[in-house]
């Protein structure tokens, strides 16, 4: 592995971290009195100033800057924070980042030509696994609603990780351009003509949202997703985010007061496993050592 990957594995793994947080925060905002629309605002109005200063040069006004706004900043948002309203955590975090591998690998092969090697389709079965299994918990606080939400925001991430890919996007660009492009769309139609719900909220729960979704996903989160991207690829990245279960999964419990059953633990392991082979890491250490091998015998 080449130090330019290590850079991007590290990054990934971070995002991991600020993904784990953000499923956690995601589902307490969703059992909040502020709605999906709310927290959407929270995060476009407080990403969108942070990233103000840098929107000089940064800032696609084109047809591909609206693309990645719309489908990775409001149809993302929309879709994934409706979910939350509807879903426990530890049933999301596998539902969300377990099913992105597999939207990641779709749109990869459809757009990049891109086809996954051996082990990384194995990677993906044993993610597919552990996805059946918390789905068919019966200790599982899912719903068909909820489901079909987080179907659509893994479908929206999914595209918006390999456009980015396609169009070489770098991160800085492409935070301001989903960030700042975001709330230039949603903020005045929110304001001016959905309902607003932020008087009535706590402010516990609108400083809560605002700097997580606002700070840590919008900004640090997304710099450190496309710099990941841009090193090892969105199939890889993808796989790596179905690490977000173990610890978002586990921590939901002693957190969140949620449930955890032996099943939905071993679908949290079985996605795990299949997330550290789905994304490539083990297939690039062996070649690396096969390369090694034969430079030696050389």
Same mark, same amino acid.
Not at 35 to 50: E, H, K, Q, W
Not at 51 to 68: A, E, I, M, T
Not at 98 to 114: M, N
């Given at each position: 592995?080449?130090?330019?990957?290590?850079?991007?594995?590290?990054?990934?793994?971070? !995002?991991?971290?600020?993904?784990?947080?953000?499923?956690?925060?995601?589902?307490?905002?969703?059992?909040?009195?502020?709605?999906?629309?709310?927290?959407? !605002?929270?995060? $476009?109005?407080?990403?969108?100033?942070? &990233?103000?200063?840098?929107?000089?040069?940064?800032?696609?006004?084109?047809?591909?800057?609206?693309?990645?706004?719309?489908?990775?900043?409001?149809?993302?948002?929309?879709?994934?924070?409706?979910?939350?309203?509807?879903?426990? !955590?530890?049933?999301?975090?596998?539902?969300?980042?377990?099913?992105?591998?597999?939207?990641?690998? &779709?749109?990869?092969?459809?757009?990049?030509?891109?086809?996954?090697?051996?082990?990384?389709?194995?990677?993906?079965?044993?993610?597919? &696994?552990?996805?059946?299994?918390?789905?068919?918990?019966?200790?599982?606080?899912?719903?068909?609603?909820?489901?079909?939400?987080?179907?659509?925001?893994?479908?929206?991430?999914?595209?918006?990780?390999?456009?980015?890919?396609?169009?070489?996007?770098?991160?800085?660009?492409?935070?301001?351009?989903? %960030?700042?492009?975001?709330?230039?769309?949603?903020?005045?139609?929110? $304001?001016?003509?959905?309902?607003?719900?932020?008087?009535?909220?706590?402010?516990?729960?609108?400083?809560?949202?605002? $700097?997580?979704? %606002?700070?840590? !996903?919008?900004?640090?989160?997304?710099?450190?997703?496309?710099?990941?991207?841009?090193?090892?690829?969105?199939?890889?990245?993808?796989?790596?985010?179905?690490?977000?279960?173990?610890?978002? %999964? $586990?921590?939901?419990?002693?957190?969140?007061?949620?449930?955890?059953?032996?099943?939905?633990?071993?679908?949290?392991?079985?996605?795990?496993?299949?997330?550290?082979?789905?994304?490539?890491?083990?297939?690039?250490?062996?070649?690396?050592?096969?390369?090694?091998?034969?430079?030696?015998?050389?």
């Amino acid at each position: 592995m080449s130090i330019e990957e290590r850079k991007g594995v590290i990054a990934g793994l971070l !995002a991991v971290s600020c993904w784990a947080g953000f499923i956690l925060v995601s589902r307490v905002g969703g059992q909040s009195s502020l709605g999906a629309l709310d927290v959407m !605002a929270l995060r $476009f109005l407080v990403g969108g100033m942070l &990233l103000l200063p840098f929107v000089r040069g940064r800032l696609w006004l084109n047809w591909r800057g609206l693309s990645l706004a719309m489908v990775g900043g409001v149809g993302y948002c929309l879709m994934v924070y409706q979910g939350f309203r509807y879903t426990s !955590a530890v049933h999301a975090s596998v539902m969300l980042p377990g099913l992105i591998p597999f939207g990641a690998a &779709l749109f990869s092969y459809l757009i990049l030509a891109e086809k996954p090697v051996r082990v990384r389709m194995v990677g993906l079965s044993l993610i597919a &696994l552990g996805g059946v299994l918390m789905l068919s918990s019966i200790g599982g606080a899912g719903s068909v609603v909820g489901d079909l939400w987080l179907f659509g925001a893994v479908l929206a991430w999914a595209l918006y990780t390999v456009l980015a890919r396609r169009w070489q996007v770098p991160p800085m660009t492409g935070a301001v351009t989903t %960030g700042v492009g975001s709330a230039i769309l949603f903020l005045p139609i929110y $304001f001016l003509f959905l309902p607003v719900k932020l008087a009535q909220a706590a402010w516990a729960d609108i400083i809560m949202q605002g $700097f997580y979704q %606002g700070v840590i !996903a919008t900004v640090v989160a997304m710099l450190l997703y496309l710099r990941a991207v841009a090193s090892i690829g969105p199939s890889a990245v993808g796989a790596l985010m179905a690490l977000v279960p173990v610890l978002s %999964g $586990f921590a939901a419990v002693p957190l969140l007061g949620e449930s955890l059953s032996p099943q939905e633990m071993m679908a949290l392991a079985l996605t795990s496993l299949g997330a550290w082979l789905a994304s490539g890491l083990f297939f690039r250490r062996k070649a690396a050592s096969l390369g090694s091998d034969i430079h030696a015998d050389g």
